[in-house]
């Protein structure tokens, strides 16, 4: 009798299956990511106790425990240095091909390294030589240095470049022509029409985009940087900056609270096998710039006006009988770092995708804390939330994917290119993609949905943007998306490592805003509802990576 109830109720249990599908692997690793998840880790990672996470202060140490412990309740294994023992994190073992704890040690989530951070030196000073006479200058009286990573002294003569922009895709070179190897570079701050919103050529070369305006800013240094250049100086008219450089004659001793600027923004570096330097960055008063452009011809008023407007036909102008002499001391001192690092093994331990984020941000001074809620907070809370989606998704995927929280990003890129250098986990040619998050909470002004965000991604790769799409439409996830594609694609974020070691790369950011850099970069501020949508299609998007064909 109770055989035959059986039968039925075995039945049933079976059409029940069939009327409500089990869901597949991928869609519950994407229940994983949730809103209490998400909340929970960036009010944490950006509150108070983490002291603005400044690259080898204890607030960073602090958060990148966390994240360690994070990966580690998630299931994600520990991937970085290997310890001997399993205690501590001092005594570093040799790096394995793939898995640390193969080389004889215990893996951590954490690669430890150093670098070389410089300190204010002694009083620079500035010599300008026109025509045969010297004029000399004193640091914070007529000009400023910005941050240099080594001692320094040279001659050199001087060459205004405009703009100092190449914008091969819009027929700018402001350097056709000249060689500025060793020489000094006079230019003018921003680009055409920077100062003309309304103008042909800041239409054209922004499109009232932010990010494109920082992106353009920042390729100027760089191309200073490959060109050789002495040193540059920015020009500034109009404007009295000197006045941010006075002292007060007696003790003046404002309360935390009423002191603005940042005091203790040192320069830090990776310690190369070469000695290399970038251009000196000097700025200037107004005076100092009246005597080298005196009786030269150049017309700086006229050169903003007809570039504005797109009618300038520029050529760079070595200015004769000028020289400029400076020479500065600095002080350096090897600073511990560390990244986070944390990895699921696929299948195919020679194939190797990875997410990453930077942790670190802008620390604290003069009484504020730079939280960074946004910036990059909310970045790392994606990728520790996809290593959560991946563990939940109950399945190993075909390839091996590596989890990674940076440092040292604010200072220059420096922590995934410490690791694309000395990878923990197989070699940099195992890499078959990276996904980076850089700000991916806030809206931009002009976002009145709140909404958009944007990507970037590797041009040859297409299939990239067609998966971002299907997805998009598939799971009706809320997101404008601006996607841009570029052959090599750089920027002021850490996919710049991996591109140059030819590894295709998809950059999400949401939007640039007024408390970038700012103390005001806070948790309140954070459009909660586009952080989850922008995490759940980048967990769909490295799906594909992980366990498909993205090319």
Not at 262 to 272: E, H, I, S
Not at 421 to 445: C, E, H, Q, W
Not at 529 to 543: F, G, P, R, T
């Amino acid at each position: 009798m109770k055989r035959n109830l059986l039968i039925p109720a075995v039945l049933l249990f079976c059409s029940i299956i069939n009327v409500y599908p089990q869901k597949s692997p991928k869609d519950k690793g994407l229940d994983a990511i949730t809103m209490d998840a998400i909340r929970g880790q960036l009010e944490f990672l950006s509150s108070d106790w983490m002291e603005g996470r400044a690259t080898g202060e204890k607030g960073s140490f602090l958060a990148a425990s966390y994240i360690a412990s994070m990966f580690k309740v998630f299931g994600a294994a520990p991937a970085g240095d290997a310890v001997a023992g399993g205690q501590g994190g001092r005594q570093q073992m040799a790096r394995s091909t793939l898995r640390p704890s193969s080389s004889g040690g215990t893996a951590s989530y954490f690669q430890n390294f150093t670098l070389i951070e410089t300190l204010p030196g002694g009083q620079a000073t500035l010599s300008v030589n026109k025509s045969g006479k010297e004029y000399t200058f004193l640091e914070n009286v007529d000009f400023t240095t910005g941050r240099m990573s080594l001692s320094t002294k040279f001659e050199a003569p001087v060459v205004f470049v405009g703009y100092g922009i190449v914008d091969k895709a819009h027929g700018i070179d402001d350097f056709a022509g000249v060689d500025v190897k060793g020489k000094v570079v006079l230019r003018l701050p921003g680009f055409p029409g920077s100062n003309d919103q309304n103008s042909p050529m800041y239409k054209k070369l922004t499109s009232g985009n932010l990010q494109t305006t920082f992106e353009m800013t920042r390729r100027k240094n760089e191309t200073l940087a490959n060109l050789g250049a002495a040193a540059v100086i920015d020009i500034t008219t109009g404007n009295d900056i000197a006045k941010r450089w006075g002292t007060y004659m007696f003790d003046f001793n404002p309360a935390y609270a009423e002191s603005g600027p940042r005091t203790n923004w040192n320069r830090m570096a990776l310690d190369g096998k070469e000695i290399t330097s970038s251009p000196v960055t000097l700025t200037v008063t107004e005076r100092v710039i009246n005597l080298m452009l005196k009786e030269t011809g150049i017309d700086l008023a006229k050169y903003e006006k007809d570039a504005a407007a797109g009618i300038l036909k520029f050529k760079p102008v070595v200015i004769p009988g000028l020289k400029v002499t400076f020479s500065a001391e600095v002080k350096t001192r090897r600073v511990n770092v560390r990244n986070i690092i944390a990895m699921i093994e696929g299948e195919n331990r020679d194939e190797i995708v990875a997410v990453g984020a930077h942790m670190d941000h802008m620390g604290m001074d003069n009484g504020k804390i730079w939280n960074g809620a946004d910036d990059n907070a909310s970045g790392t809370v994606g990728v520790m939330t996809l290593a959560k989606a991946f563990i939940e998704s109950g399945v190993k995927p075909k390839r091996t994917i590596v989890f990674c929280a940076w440092t040292g990003e604010e200072k220059g890129l420096l922590g995934s290119e410490y690791f694309t250098l000395y990878p923990t986990v197989g070699k940099i040619s195992n890499y078959k993609f990276y996904l980076n998050f850089d700000m991916i909470s806030r809206d931009a002004a002009n976002d009145t949905l709140k909404n958009m965000a944007g990507i970037t991604y590797t041009k040859a790769y297409p299939k990239l943007e067609e998966i971002t799409r299907k997805y998009v439409e598939e799971y009706k996830l809320n997101l404008k998306l601006s996607i841009r594609s570029a052959d090599a694609p750089t920027g002021g974020s850490d996919y710049t490592a991996f591109t140059d070691n030819k590894v295709p790369v998809i950059a999400w950011m949401a939007a640039m805003h007024p408390e970038y850099h700012q103390p005001g970069d806070e948790v309140n501020l954070v459009n909660w509802n586009k952080m989850l949508s922008i995490i759940k299609l980048a967990y769909l998007q490295l799906w594909e990576a992980a366990n498909g064909d993205i090319k």
